[in-house]
Every structure is written in C-alpha cells, then in structure tokens.
C-alpha cells in the first residue's frame, strides 16, 4: 500500500499581521501550502516540517504557526531549525508526542513510523548560532535508533544539509561540524533511502554517504541560485514549493518536488476516441 510523506520546510513564521525581511506574508504562503497539501490527489500520510518553523522561535509565533498548520489533515511532525528555538517549540507544542521523546536535554530528536516508513530527526541547531553541528551525544542516539529497526526503510531528517550545495554563503553557515561522522553512522545503517534537509529554501539533491541527500524549498521566498564563491546573500520570489516522498513496498522510496500555487489544467493528451490532440 502507498504511503506518502509530505515535508515541508522553511516556513519562517512571524507574529500575525508581521512581514519577513519587510515583504514576504509567510504566513499567507504556509496557507496557501497547506491548502496544496490538502488538494493532493492521493492523501498524506504524514507532514514533516523540516525546521526554521519561526523567525524568531517566540511563544506567539509558534502559536501563529499552530493556527496555521491546524487545517492539514494528516498527522504534522515538527523540528527545529537554526530560527527556532527547541524549548519554546516543545512548550507551544505539547501534545506533539515526537518533541518529548527525549526530552532531557536541549536537542530535539525523535523517531516515528509512517505506515513502515521510519522517520528519524536528528536536531543539528546550535543555541543562537546560524550553523549546524552534529556532536557525539546525537550520533550515538542516532547510531542506536537506526540499529533499532534494520529492516524499516528510513528517512533521516535534519535542519542543515550535511553535503556542499555550492551556494557559499549558505555552505558557511550548513553542517560545519559532524558531516564526516554522520556519514561514517549512515554507511552503517543501508535502510536509509533519504537524507532531507531544509535551511537552503531550494530544491538540491546529492549521491551523499551511500544513499540520496536532498534540500527542500521553502514555503515562501527562495535563495537565489548563484554559484559564485561570493555571490551575495539574497532571496527571490521563486514559487514555493515542497516535496513528497512517496513509497509503495517493495519498491523503492520515490520523491516527487510539488509547487504550491495552482495552475491551469489538468487538460487531456488525448481526446475521447483516444487520439491524440494536435
């Protein structure tokens, strides 16, 4: 049986009524995301919003962010990004059994199952700090959860991409810490078939430690695609998008990149006599 799983990313939420970087409605466009999440012709199974849920990881702006998510009609998991701040998403969130598996420390990881389908989130957020980084303590929860379910075709979910994506000046503030160790815990574990990520607000995709890494774009605005060692800092206006992740045992986990806005058809190749249309 076919389950699918939608990731979202990068959703930037601030207080109702505020803009980001004084142009961009995130919240209109996490709407309107949400909107083309529900439409899917085949159902979610799940939603996972791969970090950077917030601006600024404040109490009102998670609350705006549940309000927002509340219409999906699948089951939303939720981690943090470089924006967010793990303690006030666990406060805003309580009833997400995910975001209190652990809830010891600061870091924000946990394991699910989607129809078969293991989800695992590994919190690569340092507190006030752009970068990602992976520490011992997370690699051996890691290590430990994969070796719990060998046989589960799993997805690894993390905020930074643990791969190069050539976009300078988001590579100096990605997996700066951990990436080779990460790799050294995945070559370990084959029933990984994904590695996803947010934090680039584009679509990216790398043959990364034996299996497939890949970005997710945001919900609202994109980087801009400059692969110049010193392009700028900048966003555009891109539309948004998100991906899903579709898998029908025994085949292979397959990842489809979907847009957000609506557009004209679906029209037909052939007519009724099943010719086709010239």
């Known amino acids: 049986m076919q389950k699918l799983l939608v990731q979202l990313s990068d959703t930037h939420i601030r207080r109702p009524g505020q803009l980001a970087y004084r142009r961009v409605d ?15 012709p085949q159902p979610a199974d799940a939603v996972v919003v791969t970090g950077d849920l917030t601006d600024f990881g404040q ?19 939720l981690m943090p990004g470089n924006h967010d701040d793990g303690a006030a998403l666990r406060r805003a969130f309580p009833d997400h059994a995910e975001l209190h598996q652990d809830a010891s420390g600061d870091r924000v ?43 589960a075709p799993t997805i690894v979910a993390v905020h930074h991409p643990p791969f190069p994506t050539r976009i300078g000046h988001m590579d100096d503030i990605g997996l700066v810490h951990g990436a080779d160790a990460f790799a050294a815990v995945l070559a370990r574990h084959p029933q990984v078939e994904r590695v996803v990520a947010g ?24 980087v801009v695609l400059d692969l110049a060692p010193e392009a700028p800092s900048a966003f555009r206006m891109e539309p948004p998008g998100f991906l899903v992740h579709a898998w029908t045992p025994p085949a292979p986990l397959v990842t489809h990149l979907a847009y957000v806005e609506e ?16």
């Open 26 to 40: 995130t919240a209109d466009y996490l709407a309107r995301a949400v909107a083309a999440v529900n439409r899917l």
């Open 59 to 77: 109490a009102d702006e998670y609350a705006h962010l549940r309000a927002l998510l509340s219409p999906l009609a699948a089951p939303v998991y």
């Open 109 to 151: 990881c946990w394991a699910v199952d989607v129809g078969g389908l293991r989800l695992v989130a590994v919190d690569t957020t340092v507190p006030r700090a752009a970068h990602g980084e992976l520490e011992s303590a997370q690699l051996a929860w890691l290590d430990r959860t994969l070796a719990a379910a060998p046989a």
């Open 199 to 222: 934090h680039l607000h584009r679509s990216i995709q790398c043959r990364w430690a034996g299996t497939v890494a890949m970005t997710c774009p945001s919900t609202a605005h994109q």
């Open 263 to 278: 557009f004209a058809g679906p029209f037909p190749f052939h007519d009724e006599h099943g010719e086709l249309i010239d």
